[in-house]
């Protein structure tokens, strides 16, 4: 709690520290990337295993388009990395800890409903995604391959494949928008989000801090 009021209150004084000589935001194109606080989440997964999620920082760019004062629709990319504690429950083995960093690209498409015509306005925004997750746990073998590079010579290097999987995902979440001048934005919302995965139906917090170029 303590990280996420630190977070809010370094985004309050960034708007009060901005003109607000805005204008009308209108039709047109913006691009845009935002800061994201993870929060820290359990998980536990049908057959007993079970997962402690760390607090991490992650990124998130998309480009978005306005059909009005208060109609948007965006399409991005978020990018996580987050370090866990997992204890894995198999048979006939029994439970094996593991920590590592848990690794997510998701591609998404979501919209935003815009209140106030206004350059400062509260908004809603829902959106479904497809998460590419790779778990950094050792799946197989060690394997080495080894190759001719025409500047440093003979080179070997082993490589192991790690267990990955992927999910549909979709969010909803709430903040405020303020339009800084003619062509500048900032966004601040809290967002939750849904995974959809084969043994368990997890949901996780997140807090943004966006920049936007309009045009």
């Given at each position: 709690m303590k990280i996420q009021r630190i977070f809010f209150c370094?985004?309050?004084?960034?708007?009060l520290s901005a003109g607000v000589n805005a204008q009308s935001r209108g039709e047109g194109w913006e691009f845009g990337a935002?800061?994201?606080?993870?929060?820290?989440q359990d998980v536990d997964f049908d057959g007993g295993s079970s997962v402690e999620f760390d607090s991490d920082?992650?990124?998130?760019?998309?480009?978005?388009?306005?059909?009005?004062?208060?109609?948007?629709?965006?399409?991005?990319?978020?990018?996580?990395?987050?370090d866990y504690d997992a204890?894995?429950?198999?048979?006939?083995?029994?439970s094996v800890g593991v920590s590592g960093e848990m690794e997510a690209f998701t591609p998404f498409a979501r919209v935003n409903f815009n209140f106030i015509d206004g350059p400062i306005t509260p908004f809603i925004t829902g959106g479904i995604g497809w998460a590419f997750i790779d778990t950094n746990i050792p799946d197989g073998r060690p394997q080495t391959g080894c190759w001719w590079d025409p500047w440093y010579g003979y080179i070997?290097?082993?490589?192991?494949?790690?267990?990955?999987?992927?999910?549909f995902t979709?969010?909803?979440?709430?903040?405020?928008?303020?339009d800084l001048s003619t062509g500048y934005s900032m966004r601040l919302s809290y967002e939750k989000h849904w995974y959809d995965l084969d043994n368990a139906s997890p949901d996780f917090d997140q807090f943004?801090?966006?920049?936007?170029?309009r045009y």
């Open positions: 370094a985004a309050a004084l960034g708007l935002d800061l994201l606080y993870l929060n820290s920082i992650g990124v998130s760019l998309y480009v978005g388009y306005r059909f009005s004062d208060k109609l948007e629709a965006q399409f991005g990319l978020d990018w996580s990395n987050v204890t894995l429950v198999r048979d006939p083995i029994g070997c290097t082993t490589v192991q494949d790690t267990h990955s999987t992927d999910s979709y969010n909803a979440g709430l903040g405020i928008r303020w943004k801090l966006g920049f936007v170029m």
